[in-house]
């Protein structure tokens, strides 16, 4: 079966560091993985998708993550955090067996102080 | 354009009763899907349907959730005697085909069973 792991529930950065959320996935299939944000009281928006192609593939608000089969990772990246940008990221992959449901890790609460 | 809408935004209900949550997706988009998000956690799948068909009903938890779309557009998600354990964030997901290009998830409708 498929799984996501989102190491660490909880990162916290303060403004204009890195940000690194980790996701690792297991797949018996190459896999489509997704990022999604979740800000408080609203619904998730995707920030980015890897299908097929180029592994590394850049989102909105300036985040970017890279596909790495051998290491079944799908970290989320962004060079510079904004206060903006405090909310809980879920890392997805959509299911090998129907093509149609998404399965999420646990969420990764972000949190960026001055 | 319009994204998804879900109404209500919250409901709160005894134990018990009957309930009813409606998602109205993206005008267009062919496939809906029901998640259920518990606090702390990632959405669940519970069901997905392409047109007015469920495709995908393995995610509901037991013959209470029930899920109907009868003319491919607007779908309500129904559940019978309710349960304290039914509380969580339902969330409502939209999308041109399955899942190769992301979902558009609304804001969700947060059902607190009393």
């Known amino acids: 079966a498929q799984s996501v792991t989102q190491l660490g529930s909880h990162v916290s950065v303060s403004e204009g560091a890195l940000v690194l959320l980790r996701c690792n996935y297991s797949?018996?299939?190459?896999?489509?993985l997704f990022w999604y944000v979740q800000y408080p009281n609203q619904g998730l928006q995707l920030l980015l998708k890897?299908?097929?192609?180029?592994?590394l593939v850049k989102g909105i608000n300036g985040f970017e993550a890279e596909f790495k089969k051998s290491e079944t990772s799908f970290h989320l990246t962004k060079p510079s955090a904004h206060m903006s940008d405090a909310a809980e990221y879920f890392c997805a992959v959509r299911d090998s067996g129907g093509y149609n449901k998404l399965i999420f890790g646990a969420g990764t609460r972000l949190a960026v102080h001055p | 354009g319009a994204g998804v809408s879900q109404t209500p935004s919250n409901k709160v209900t005894e134990k018990g009763k009957y309930v009813e949550l409606r998602c109205d997706p993206i005008s267009g988009h062919t496939a809906l899907y029901w998640y259920r998000q518990s606090l702390g956690q990632g959405p669940e799948f519970l069901i997905y349907f392409q047109g007015t068909g469920a495709a995908d009903d393995s995610g509901l938890p037991n013959d209470r959730f029930f899920a109907v779309r009868p003319e491919g557009s607007v779908s309500t998600l129904k559940i019978q005697r309710t349960e304290r354990g039914d509380s969580a964030v339902y969330l409502c997901a939209s999308s041109l085909a399955p899942t190769g290009q992301g979902q558009f998830f609304g804001p969700g409708t947060r059902l607190t069973v009393l």
């Open positions: 797949s018996s299939v190459p896999p489509y």
């Open positions: 890897y299908t097929t192609g180029a592994t």
